[in-house]
């Protein structure tokens, strides 16, 4: 793990050479990126078409789409998913405007994702970073990033466990990005999304080992009490 580590570190010359001018403009992105994410379509969604004044006192108390389905139903939770992606990709692309290239893109993303599960305007509690993740990926790089939404989907689809489709979609990004040779940035970018995705739903993961978590339309009674 160690050499692993070094060898990829020595394989980030844009980190490990970077100038004062890049630092500035990678502190900038970052710093965007976070503002971006903090925007968090979970909690202001429902509080405007469902009158639930804060998603996260509801359900799984998690400002995520899959909260807002199971206690909002599919019509926010659709909305809610679109503008988390979306903002996952703008933050990439805004990120590659204020410092060139996929470290740009790579940095202001890992900020989105950092913003929407931390967000500034709502109290530093938000969502798992997933669907944002996606988004930034999308841009970065559509094959490992759809790659990693397909066997999402499929683990959900033969699951019907949204929590372990997320943990194996994060942790299907480490060897997607051997297999299709992905540009250092983007194989940065994805090992901390598989770590940080993964490291989220910690709960999650006791929950599948003692086989206490809930399936995808099990519960959506639970944001009504």
């Not at 290239?101 to 970073?129: D, Q, R």
Request: charged letters at 10%; one cysteine or more; hydrophobic letters at 50%.
């Amino acid at each position: 793990m160690l050499d692993l580590a070094a060898i990829m570190l020595s394989r980030f010359p844009a980190l490990l050479a970077a100038d004062g001018k890049n630092v500035m403009l990678g502190i900038l992105a970052l710093a965007l990126g976070y503002a971006l994410g903090s925007i968090s379509f979970g909690i202001i969604i429902p509080r405007i078409l469902g009158g639930t004044q804060d998603i996260r006192t509801v359900g799984s108390g998690n400002a995520g789409t899959t909260n807002v389905l199971r206690t909002q139903g599919k019509k926010q939770a659709l909305l809610v998913l679109i503008g988390d992606v979306c903002k996952g990709m703008l933050g990439a692309w805004l990120g590659a405007l204020i410092l060139p290239g996929l470290w740009g893109s790579a940095i202001a993303g890992i900020g989105t994702v950092m913003g929407h599960s931390f967000p500034l305007y709502f109290n530093l509690k938000g969502g798992k970073g997933v669907a944002t993740g996606v988004g930034a990926l999308l841009v970065m790089s559509p094959q490992i990033g759809l790659t990693a939404l397909l066997v999402f989907i499929l683990v959900v689809l033969m699951t019907r466990w949204v929590s372990l489709g997320s943990i194996l979609g994060a942790a299907s990004l480490i060897p997607l990005c051997w297999l299709f040779e992905a540009p250092m940035a983007v194989v940065f970018y994805s090992y901390f999304m598989a770590a940080f995705v993964i490291w989220r739903h910690r709960s999650n993961i006791k929950k599948l080992l003692t086989g206490t978590e809930s399936k995808l339309g099990e519960f959506r009674k639970e944001g009504k009490q």
